[in-house]
């Protein structure tokens, strides 16, 4: 029905960059929100940065001015530019959005699978 694939995790170093991607496919009526979510092991998943129709963003605190969020409303992708990461940063991190389908036009959060961020030296 819908989906997310996100794209760009992987081994960095501290202080390094990457960059995530987020593409959303499928029965899509239309698009709230999209937003990036991480989870550490051992602790809960947390709001990294979210945006809305509009162009509203919220950030995290830890996010500290390091992440920039934006979103290609025509594409329905969304993507988190992460800057100055530290071993901290390493999560699995998880993209969201609140979907609307075309198939009942209900809104709904959908989940993409993951994508795994290590910062390590």
């Known amino acids: 029905q819908v989906q997310l694939v996100e794209s760009g995790g992987g081994l960095v170093q501290p202080g390094g960059s990457l960059r995530l991607s987020c593409a959303a496919s499928?029965?899509?009526?239309?698009?709230?929100?999209m937003g990036w979510y991480r989870q550490a092991p051992g602790k809960q998943r947390e709001l990294v940065a979210r945006i809305i129709t509009g162009g509203s963003r919220n950030y995290a605190d830890f996010v500290k001015g390091r992440f920039t969020i934006s979103r290609d409303n025509a594409k329905n992708t969304v993507s988190l530019q992460m800057n100055d990461l530290a071993p901290a940063d390493t999560a699995v991190y998880y993209c969201?959005?609140?979907?609307?389908?075309?198939?009942?036009?209900?809104?709904?959060?959908?989940w993409g699978q993951g994508t795994q961020v290590t910062v390590s030296s």
């Open positions: 969201s959005a609140r979907i609307v389908t075309s198939q009942d036009f209900r809104a709904d959060d959908y």
């Open positions: 499928g029965r899509i009526f239309s698009i709230y929100g």
